[in-house]
Structures are given as C-alpha cells and as structure tokens.
C-alpha cells in the first residue's frame, strides 16, 4: 500500500511490445509480473508498437511508439518518405513528453541492442536514442533490463546503439556475449551484470515424460533471412533455410513422427504454411501460439524441440524438452552452452537436412541425461533472476529499499 503522503512511483515500459513478436511480450509480461508482486503501488504505462495489444493483454494504458503509423513499411513514394520525416521529428517531441510524465522507463528485454536481424538505423535505434536522450535531459532514469546485445557493422546504427547504452541510467544483458559486444563498442560495463533472460521468470507448465513410442517433436521456424549484414544474399538464405527445415520435417514424417510447427512472430506464419504445403501430411500441424506461454505448453508436450527463434529455444529449455537450436546468432549458441546443451546447435544458414537428423537422433538417444541437465540448469537461472529482481528493486526503488532495510534491522 501507498502512504497518504508518498506519491506512487509512476513506471513506463517501452519497446516493440504488442506487434507481434512473442519473445518481446513474454519480457514484459515477465517485468509486470514483478512490477506487481514487489510493487503494486508503481503506476504503469506503455509506449509501444501495438499499443492496443498491450492495453487488452496486460491491462495497463498504452501509448503508440510512433506518430507515423506506417513508420516500419518500405517508403518509396514521395508521400510515405515525407511522412516518416516528418514523423521522425514529431517523435523526438512526444518521446520527450511521454519520458517527463515517468520516474523511471524500463526497456524490458529483447536484443535492442543488436541487428542480428534486418533493420534500419532510423527505425528502432533511433526510437531507442530517443528514450535514453530524453532521459538523461528530463532526469528521469531510463533502464535497460536483461538485454541483448551484438557487434554491429553499420556505422549509423552503431553509433545510435552506443550512445542509447551509454545515456541509460541501468543496463544489464542477458548473457555475457551481450555485454562484450557493448564493451568492444566504447560502452563502460563495468558495473553491468548479465543474468538469464527475463522469459525464464514466467511461470512453467509441467513437461510430459515421454512413455512408449517416440512422441511428438516440435519444430519452430522463422522467417530468415539472415542477419543485417546479409541483405544481399537474403532471398538465398531463405530458400536454403526453408529446403533444408522442409526436408528435415519430411524426414521425421517418414519415420511415422508427428510434428508440431511453432511459430514466435507473425511474419513466420508463411514459411508454417509452405511447410505444410510441401509435406502434405496429417503428421504435421501448426500451432497458433499467441504467448510464450502457449508455446511452453507445445514444447512441455513433445518428446524433443527443434526451433531457431531464440524464444523458441528458451520455451522449450525451460520447460526441459531436449532441444536442438537451428541458430541465426551467437545469442542462440549462447543460450545452449548455458543450457548444457552446446553440442545440439546446428546453423540456420546452412541447414544440411541429412546432418540435422543425425544430430536430432542423438538428441533422443540422450534424452534422459538433457532432462536432468536441464532441470538443475532452470534452477540455476530461477536463482540468478530472483537476484536481478532483487537489483532492480535497490535501482528504481530506492526509498522502498531503505525501508525495508530499517524494519528488518528494527
């Protein structure tokens, strides 16, 4: 409760949040639940790609990210390109209006700091310089709260990538790759810690034991088309990605496997869709997951994981399903060592279908040790979260904290 004379710490949260991508609502949903088991009192808003998403899903008002609603379409003509500058200055000042009304803006996860993926320097890093500059300028403490991070070659996104590190008040990564890669772009971390990503804090279905004969195998696919640096070979990579996953899909179908096609954004639904086409079997469906919750009830019920999207992995991790990453970026290789699992990675730019299901064959055959492997693994990252929780309530509560220290010394 809130004292008569204590005024409610007010919280913004900022991000790509509500547009689709489940990876990022499962980082907010994980900073809500937090936010309201430790501090009810904290008031909540968003600033957000899908504001009316977020308002529905997670109850709290939400503020659209840009005033230009076609901001993230390709503008070719001459109207479109005005609109996104003009919008990019319409932006600046309500970035700034939005930061004034708040105490503290948390950025909850998601790899802001990096371009593993596709993506424009006027997009989301200059979204994400915003917020930190306007933090800084308005005294308001702008958090980066378990974030991913990644070198970066394109000079003008580096630059907005750095400066957004160096102007937040907090920042701490998901893994130690993360960390290095902002070090090695000119950003002191010496106060930075890494810990678990924040999905590792939401709740856990109980996993089935596989009994009998082999079971269910889930497979998650992406729309990819490789990283930043890969736009011209883009349209390569992703009939590469997409042969090689629909030839493995094919293969467990003709050992009698079913299979589960999952998905982590909306852009990934055709490439469910051409694998369905393509195989043309009862065996494999596709789930329509609409939270990281939804997808850990998928994984918790196969025998065994194949996925690339990084959220993917981690559903499946937590809920200690032997996984086999098709990984797009050293986050995901992170991710398996850290898991016990670093020999299951195989690279999604090269998917060699005959390769895959040797290594998916001796996924199975291990299955019982990854279980237990995995089990002391999500035990681990449950303690290392409830210490960033712990930081973050000495960081952006800090009256509450001295409060606490006086009754229990008391």
């Given at each position: 409760?809130?004292s008569?004379?204590?005024?409610?710490?007010?919280?913004?949260v900022?991000?790509?949040l509500?547009?689709?991508?489940l990876?990022?609502?499962?980082?907010?949903?994980?900073?809500?639940?937090?936010?309201?088991?430790?501090h009810?009192?904290?008031?909540?808003?968003?600033?957000?790609?899908?504001?009316?998403?977020?308002?529905?899903?997670y109850?709290i008002?939400?503020?659209?990210?840009?005033?230009?609603?076609?901001e993230?379409r390709?503008?070719?003509?001459?109207?479109?390109?005005?609109?996104?500058?003009l919008?990019k200055?319409?932006?600046?000042?309500?970035?700034?209006a939005?930061?004034?009304?708040h105490?503290?803006?948390?950025?909850?996860?998601?790899?802001?700091?990096e371009?593993t993926?596709?993506?424009?320097?006027?997009?989301?890093?200059?979204?994400?310089?915003?917020?930190?500059?306007s933090?800084?300028?308005l005294?308001?403490?702008?958090?980066?709260?378990?974030?991913?991070?990644?070198?970066?070659?394109?000079?003008?996104?580096?630059?907005?990538?750095?400066?957004?590190?160096?102007?937040?008040?907090?920042r701490?990564?998901r893994d130690?790759?993360s960390?290095d890669?902002?070090r090695?772009?000119?950003?002191?971390?010496a106060?930075d810690?890494?810990?678990?990503?924040?999905a590792?804090?939401?709740?856990?279905?109980?996993?089935?034991?596989?009994?009998?004969?082999?079971g269910p195998?889930?497979?998650?696919v992406?729309?990819?088309?490789?990283?930043?640096?890969?736009?011209?070979?883009?349209d390569?990579i992703?009939r590469?990605?997409?042969?090689?996953?629909?030839?493995?899909?094919?293969?467990?179908v003709?050992d009698?496997?079913?299979?589960?096609?999952l998905?982590?954004d909306?852009?990934?639904?055709?490439?469910?869709?051409?694998?369905?086409?393509?195989?043309?079997?009862?065996?494999?469906?596709?789930?329509e997951?609409?939270s990281?919750?939804?997808?850990?009830?998928e994984?918790?019920?196969?025998?065994?994981?194949?996925?690339?999207?990084?959220?993917?992995?981690?559903?499946?991790?937590?809920?200690?399903?032997?996984?086999l990453?098709?990984?797009y970026?050293a986050?995901?290789?992170?991710?398996?060592d850290?898991?016990?699992?670093?020999?299951?990675?195989?690279?999604?730019r090269?998917?060699d279908?005959?390769?895959?299901?040797?290594?998916?064959?001796?996924?199975?055959?291990?299955?019982?040790?990854?279980?237990?492997?995995?089990?002391?693994r999500?035990?681990?990252a449950?303690?290392?979260l409830?210490?960033?929780?712990t930081?973050?309530?000495?960081?952006?509560f800090?009256?509450?904290t001295?409060t606490?220290?006086?009754?229990?010394?008391?």
């Amino acid at each position: 409760m809130t004292s008569a004379d204590e005024t409610p710490v007010r919280v913004g949260v900022f991000g790509l949040l509500g547009s689709g991508n489940l990876g990022n609502d499962g980082s907010l949903e994980a900073v809500l639940g937090y936010l309201r088991a430790e501090h009810p009192e904290a008031v909540v808003d968003a600033l957000c790609g899908g504001p009316e998403v977020v308002a529905t899903r997670y109850r709290i008002p939400a503020t659209r990210l840009h005033w230009y609603r076609g901001e993230y379409r390709t503008a070719s003509r001459a109207g479109a390109i005005a609109g996104k500058g003009l919008g990019k200055l319409v932006d600046a000042v309500r970035t700034a209006a939005w930061v004034r009304r708040h105490d503290v803006v948390i950025v909850p996860g998601m790899g802001v700091l990096e371009a593993t993926l596709p993506l424009r320097p006027w997009g989301f890093p200059y979204a994400l310089f915003l917020l930190c500059a306007s933090g800084r300028l308005l005294r308001t403490r702008v958090v980066l709260v378990g974030v991913g991070a990644a070198p970066i070659a394109n000079r003008p996104t580096r630059a907005l990538v750095r400066w957004s590190a160096r102007l937040a008040a907090y920042r701490s990564y998901r893994d130690v790759q993360s960390r290095d890669a902002m070090r090695e772009m000119g950003v002191d971390t010496a106060r930075d810690e890494v810990y678990p990503d924040l999905a590792f804090a939401l709740p856990t279905p109980r996993a089935s034991t596989p009994s009998g004969p082999p079971g269910p195998v889930c497979v998650g696919v992406m729309d990819f088309h490789g990283g930043n640096d890969d736009r011209a070979r883009a349209d390569e990579i992703h009939r590469r990605y997409l042969d090689g996953t629909t030839r493995f899909v094919r293969a467990l179908v003709e050992d009698g496997r079913p299979v589960r096609l999952l998905t982590g954004d909306e852009c990934d639904a055709p490439v469910a869709a051409a694998i369905l086409d393509a195989v043309d079997s009862p065996l494999v469906t596709a789930a329509e997951a609409c939270s990281l919750a939804d997808l850990m009830k998928e994984t918790a019920a196969a025998d065994t994981v194949v996925a690339t999207r990084y959220h993917n992995l981690i559903c499946a991790l937590k809920v200690g399903t032997p996984t086999l990453a098709l990984s797009y970026a050293a986050k995901s290789d992170a991710l398996m060592d850290r898991m016990g699992l670093a020999s299951y990675c195989h690279p999604a730019r090269e998917v060699d279908a005959d390769r895959l299901l040797a290594q998916f064959r001796e996924l199975e055959k291990n299955s019982a040790e990854l279980r237990r492997t995995l089990t002391e693994r999500n035990e681990l990252a449950a303690r290392r979260l409830k210490d960033h929780f712990t930081a973050l309530t000495t960081t952006l509560f800090p009256t509450k904290t001295a409060t606490r220290t006086v009754k229990e010394s008391a």
